[in-house]
């Protein structure tokens, strides 16, 4: 995501924040940190994305992984590898803490992979110009893991994590979540439990906005039968409307009855009907049908993207009132799978916003925003959002994520990584 160069001078990003009238003399120590070590964040960037860390990769995670280790090691963290079961196919996670009794107990959210397998073409670090590189996770997520290490490096070079308690939580697989998911985010919920609040680093949504809410995201697998028989017979009371019409008046009530419901998103992924059916997975299959045979079955997959838990029960029961009033001679059947809970908007977020503002302002940078959760999928911080406050999309800025066009806005990454560091100080600073 760009912008024109008259929106960073008007913001003052080019290092005015030295010069804030509204930080303390501790926090300008902070910011001067930021900016010693500027040159070494975005080394320590590139070296990370040039290790793939592909999901899949396995051992493209647990080598990245190292870096940050080192990284965190080095300031004082305690580090865990978190091994995922063998059957689950993922790598693990990478946690590092500090234990104390001083300000806000803090989780730290980031992740280590990418959806840049090892055959992908999309490889290596490189810097387009002064403004821009590019490279696979370069936005997604490596520069927000990035924001995280050098902005508690600045706070650690000025002795200010002592007796705090940090969490940093890197998943190892938040492009494709390993199942089940009680395995897979069960440490992350377990910290999330142990801290007052919850700050994501995926990719910003522009200069001048934070998440405070993010919607969730779930499947839905539908399934009708119809009478088999000679198409001259269709919609009479003995042969019935068949599977395939029967799935199309399902999905056009979903349609007609729930397009137009605020935050709410419902996509149809794949269908397939016919005669005969034989389903791989919900993605795949072989059909088999005649025009002059009335169709037997039919299957359509989808996905379901809700702002709440209770907007998603909601939406649910509709669906299921659709799918219960079926066509003459046919049957049907919908079934819902989790994945990412939702992030609902709280009062604690919309504080914490509040926070950040001010931070912003005092760093002499813009005002700081609620992000339109409709504009934003699923992310890990959603599976903590019922036990902490949280914000989210803290992390660097760029464009054209999970693409091989990716970038990072070099720009704007220094007084980013500043803002996090202010932000943390100043959290850790209430009691």
Known sequence: MFRNPLFFIACALLSL??????????????????????EAALKFL?????????????????????????????????????????????????????????????LLIGHLDTVFEEDSPFQKYTVINDSTATGPGINDMKGGNAIIVYALKALYENGLLENTQITVALTGDEESTGKPLSISRRDLIAAAKESDIALGFETSSGFE?????????SGWQLKTTGKRAHSSGIFSENTGAGAIFEASRILHEFYSRLSDVNYLTFNAGAIMGGTNLDLENPSKGTVFGKSNVVPQTAFVSGGLRCISAQQQDSVRAVMKEIVSKNLPQTTAEITFTDSYPSMPPTKGNTALLDLLNEVSKDLNQCEVMA???????????????????????????????????ETIDLNTFKALTERTAILLYRLLQDE
């Open 209 to 217: 906005y934070a998440v405070v809410a993010r919607r969730g995201s």
């Open 17 to 38: 924040s030295l010069s804030a009238q509204g930080l303390s003399p501790q926090e300008k120590a902070i910011v001067k940190s930021i900016e010693q070590n500027h």
């Open 371 to 405: 992000y339109d959760p409709g504009k934003r999928g699923a992310a890990d911080i959603s599976f903590v959002a019922s036990y902490v406050d949280g914000l989210d999309g803290l992390g660097a800025m760029g464009s054209y994520a999970h693409t091989p066009k």
């Open 46 to 106: 590139e070296r990370t994305v040039n290790i793939n860390s592909g999901t899949l990769n396995k051992a493209g995670v647990k080598a990245v992984s190292a870096l940050y280790n080192e990284a965190l090691s080095e300031m004082g963290f305690a580090t865990q590898w978190i091994e995922m079961p063998e059957a689950m196919e993922r790598a693990g996670h990478l946690f590092a803490s500090r234990k104390g009794a001083k300000g806000k107990k803090i």
